[in-house]
């Protein structure tokens, strides 16, 4: 297993397709939830959802997202851009409470979701994942980096149906600190780059 990680622009969207309609939820998703805030996403419907993040994909600058490819073929995806842009985590009143970082700094980026396919987790491609991330944030100006994980040991060992945040654990192995707690057993990780 060769992993390599490139920006989802690079990669195509045909390579993005690929990794969100491997699992149920993220077909829903398409990596929306935090960019919109609740009022905006219930006007969308699947489809806009899907359009919306390949026009995000396509033109956005800084790039958004990245794919980790295992000899061509599409494995995961790693949402990571600034914080700014990220609508829903900039509304949610525990992240504001609980940051270090001021809101409207451009250069504290989020890496908010890392989809890997059912099966091909637990092989290490999340890891890889967000090392690249956070080597992705940095090389666009990135002075400072969050991430909103699953901390399993509060589920009892499990994760969740439709996860694709990360581990606490695997954040913490990449140099991230706890902060605070957020809902449904997720916590609020920080790292200065």
Not at 125 to 139: D, P, Q, S
Request: charged share 25%.
């Amino acid at each position: 297993m060769a992993i390599s990680v490139v920006p989802a622009a690079e990669a195509g969207w045909a390579a993005v397709e690929a990794v969100f309609q491997s699992e149920a939820s993220s077909r829903n998703c398409w990596c929306q939830f935090h960019v919109l805030v609740n009022p905006e996403q219930r006007k969308t419907t699947r489809e806009s959802r899907r359009e919306l993040l390949r026009e995000q994909v396509e033109t956005l600058d800084p790039p958004r997202g990245l794919i980790a490819l295992d000899d061509g073929e599409p494995v995961g995806w790693c949402g990571v851009e600034p914080r700014v842009r990220l609508l829903h985590i900039l509304a949610s009143k525990l992240v504001v409470a609980s940051s270090p970082e001021p809101l409207s700094d451009r250069n504290v980026w989020s890496v908010y979701c890392i989809l890997v396919p059912p099966r091909r987790r637990r092989q290490g491609i999340g890891a890889v994942l967000l090392h690249a991330g956070v080597e992705h944030a940095v090389a666009n100006g990135a002075t400072a980096l969050e991430g909103y994980p699953i901390d399993t040991a509060l589920r009892g060992g499990k994760l969740p149906p439709g996860f694709s945040t990360g581990t606490v654990s695997m954040f913490e192995e990449e140099g991230f600190e706890r902060v605070a707690a957020l809902p449904s057993a997720r916590t609020l990780v920080h790292r200065r780059v």
